[in-house]
Each structure stands twice: as C-alpha cells, then as structure tokens.
C-alpha cells in the first residue's frame, strides 16, 4: 500500500514518523511490522523492515534509527513523502492473560513496547517498562509511556539519566521481588535479549522476545533472516519475529 507521511520529529539519529494509513492501522497488532521505502526509484531495492510503534486513528507510527541508505532516506523524509508499505507482518506478542507485563526495551527496541502497553493497559492489565539505552539520548518514548499509566524505569550504561548500569539490572531487582506470575516482553540487542532470557529461566517467568535479525523480502520466501527454534530453523519475518524466549538457541 501506499502512504503519507504526516510528520517526522527528530531526536539525535532517531526519527518518529506517522503516517496516514487507514487500513494497516486497522489490522495492526503489536509486536507485528511493516517493510517500508520511499515510493519511486529503486534504492534500497529491499523495502526495510520496522516495528509498529503506535496504530489507531488512521494513524501508524514508526521510531527509525538511521543507520544504512534505507533508514536514513525514512528518518530524513519530510511530510507529504509517500511511501511503499507492505504490512502488517509477522505473529505479535501475546495479548491474552491478565498477569501483569514487564516490558524491556533497549534502544529502538522501544518501538513495539509502546503500542504494546496501551493495548495491555486498554485492558486494564498493569505494565512496567523498563527503558535501557547507552546514554540518556537512546532512551526513547519515555513521556508518551508514561501517558499509557505504566510504571516506566530508566537506565543508562554511562550513567547520564536514570539507574547506571544495563536495563537489566532493574528488571532483575523487580523478578526478585515478584510475588505473583509476571509475564515478560523484550525487544533490544541480542545481548540483552539473551540476558532477559536467563533471567526469565532463573525466575521462572514466561518471556517472548521479539528478534530483529537482518532482512530481506519479509514474506517468507527468501529465507534470510532464519534463526534456530527448538533445534529447528524458523524465519524471522514468517513464524516471528515474536518468539518464546527459551525456544531460541542463542549459540546457533
Ligand atoms: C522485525 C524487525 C523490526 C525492526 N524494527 C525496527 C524499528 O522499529 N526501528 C529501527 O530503527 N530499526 C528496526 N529494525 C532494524 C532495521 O530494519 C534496520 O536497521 C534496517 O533494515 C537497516 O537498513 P538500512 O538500509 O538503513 O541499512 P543497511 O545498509 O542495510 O545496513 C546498515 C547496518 O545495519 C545493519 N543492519 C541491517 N539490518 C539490521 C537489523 N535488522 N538489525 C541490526 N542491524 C541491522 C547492517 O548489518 C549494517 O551494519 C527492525 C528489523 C526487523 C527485522
């Protein structure tokens, strides 16, 4: 499909986009994605893949850190660009069940997690975010968090904004402490996601994580963004990118 880009904020390399696109706002779900590039010209010839940051109203929004040709054309986009969508694709992150949520995020990895607090706090389910980055700079989406009524905490490995240290050292505090069954949601740097993962095993918590593993067509058929699940080879873009944490064989 295409859209239109309705505005574009920056915050250092990240770019917050909304886009008016009615029907993919409609059937998104969170932890799902869309590829996206610039309508006309053929470069990159792979339309990129990013997580739904927000949808309803018509509305969809992305958060894009720059990094190659294909996120840095979006992040610099101005409104009224039109744009090439495919989406929404892949599984999302489990809705169902009423423990309360601890959402992790490191850097970008924030993305999902907002419109996945406001459909967990829609249904009155109580969410914690825990907000990681390397500076105060990657801590993104911490005001509009917070307007969902979750219980957002901050944390920086250089010690410029909230607890010094990685994101997970908060978590792990919050695990300790859990006196009902908690459910866990992450999406981050593998590193981080492998350190949520152990952690979700030593305190017997279920975790999902969502994988942002290189991509290419984003539909099943190239298979290049295949990681190993139970042993066996799964794709990314087709049977995630929501995955069981302890499914993933971290080592493959
Ligand atoms: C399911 C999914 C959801 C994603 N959601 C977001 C999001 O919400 N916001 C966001 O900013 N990015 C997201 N990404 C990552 C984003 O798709 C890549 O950064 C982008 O495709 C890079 O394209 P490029 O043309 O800018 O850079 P390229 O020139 O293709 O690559 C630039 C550098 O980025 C590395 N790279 C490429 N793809 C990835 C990736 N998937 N993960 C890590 N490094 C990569 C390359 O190896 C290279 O070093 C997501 C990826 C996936 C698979």
Redesign the pocket.
Known sequence: MHAELISNRHFGP?AHLTFSAPALARRAKPGQ?VEIRLTGGNA?FWR????I?RAGSGRVE???????????LLAQAAPKTMVDMVGPL?NGFTLAGKQPRLLVGGG??I??MLFLAQQLRAKNIPVEVFIGGRCGDDLLLRREMKLTGARVTCSTEDGSYGHTGRVTEPLEARLKQAKAPVRIAACGPHAMLKAVTRLAAHYRAEAEV??????ACGLGVCNG?VVKIKGEYQR??KD??VFQAKDVDWHA
């Not at 990129?48 to 997580?51: D, E, K, M, T």
């Not at 992305?62 to 840095?72: D, V």
């Not at 969502?210 to 991509?215: A, Q």
């Open positions: 990240y994605f990159p990129r893949p990013f997580s940051c992305f958060l894009i850190k720059a990094r190659g040709r294909g996120s840095q892949g970008y990895g993305a999902p969502s994988l942002e593993e290189v991509m963004c990314v873009c995630g990118p």
